[in-house]
């Protein structure tokens, strides 16, 4: 089946500065990659999320890139602030929406 | 957005009692409904796949008697931890599979459950 690695499991920024995750992905017919920020005690939020027919997409302050043939893919956060400060999880699925694998996690902490 | 909400929010009960949590998906229907499970520091795992009017997907490794599953309309799932015991203390989060503007999961603000 399928098995999400991330890295960080956690990450400390300055206030202003770029945070990247990275994630990698072992299944190859996994098509629908979205990431979750989870603050303390309430459920995941999706932020972004990247289908395997586009390499890159971009909100805004976040953005997610995609390399199919490295099955990686990571996200991207500029100007952070310190509202960024969350857990961030990744996720892969072979079903477009559904069925999701999560990543363990990484800790975000933005210092002001 | 669409919004997915769970009741109640925390539950504290004793070892060997059994407990419902609701899951609704307010502004959508929703034939499919995900519930996971969050122990502390750790990630989400899915526990089962809810599909509204036929029995749930249980993942390897979760007791289907003891955690019961019912979809029972398009706004609705629930899950009832049976005998519960400490170790099933966790963060019970669900969500809802929304197809209609684009197939997206919407998660649910989650429950805590806590067995004494």
């Known amino acids: 089946g399928e098995n999400v690695e991330q890295h960080p499991s956690t990450l400390s920024v300055q206030e202003g500065d770029s945070a990247v995750i990275k994630c990698t992905y072992s299944d190859s017919a996994s098509n629908y990659f979205p990431w979750y920020k989870q603050e303390l005690g309430k459920g995941p939020q999706l932020i972004i999320d990247?289908?395997?027919?586009?390499g890159e997409k971009k909100d805004q302050r976040i953005a997610v890139t995609l390399n199919k043939t490295a099955k990686h893919f990571s996200l991207h956060i500029t100007e952070t602030q310190p509202e960024d400060s969350a857990v961030y999880f990744c996720a892969a699925s072979r079903s477009g929406g559904q069925n999701f694998v999560f990543g363990p996690g990484t800790r975000l902490s933005v210092l002001p | 957005g669409a919004v997915v909400s769970q009741h109640p929010s925390w539950v504290i009960c004793k070892s060997g009692t059994s407990v419902k949590i609701e899951c609704r998906s307010l502004d959508f229907q929703a034939t499919t409904m995900f519930w996971y499970r969050q122990f502390p520091k750790q990630s989400l795992m899915l526990m089962a796949t809810s599909n509204e009017g036929s029995k749930a997907t249980y993942e390897q490794g979760v007791e289907k008697d003891k955690f019961l599953i019912n979809h029972a309309s398009l706004t609705l799932s629930t899950l009832t931890v049976t005998s519960a015991h400490p170790e099933d203390s966790s963060f019970y989060i669900c969500?809802?599979?929304?197809?209609?503007?684009?197939?997206?999961?919407?998660f649910g603000p989650g429950t805590r459950l806590t067995v004494l």
């Open positions: 990247i289908r395997s027919n586009v």
């Open positions: 969500s809802a599979f929304r197809t209609s503007g684009g197939d997206e999961q919407f």
